[in-house]
């Protein structure tokens, strides 16, 4: 909070979702991994296919939060609002584990 009552500029609290990227030989590979990864609830999965051919899976969870605290300096949140905050971003944190 000390911190926080110090900044001058803009502040976000950001919580950044899980995401596990597996570099796969083959497209069925990807596609098994894409399944599984949907039915445990990673629903932003995804598979690219670069231009040489390389195949990547991406497991990626939903679980973000961004949301601003200060503006221009001036605190916009309670130190309570802060606190509830962290308690929402450690429960993601260990949705992700």
Known sequence: MTA?????GDVVFKFEPFVFHVLCRELQDAQLLHSVAVDSGFRNSGITVGKGGKITMAVRSTHCL????SHKGRLMVSEE???FLVHVANQKMEENI
Not at 66 to 69: I, M, T
């Open 66 to 69: 961004e949301v601003p605290l």
């Open 4 to 8: 926080l009552e110090k900044a001058s």
């Open 81 to 83: 609002y802060i606190e």
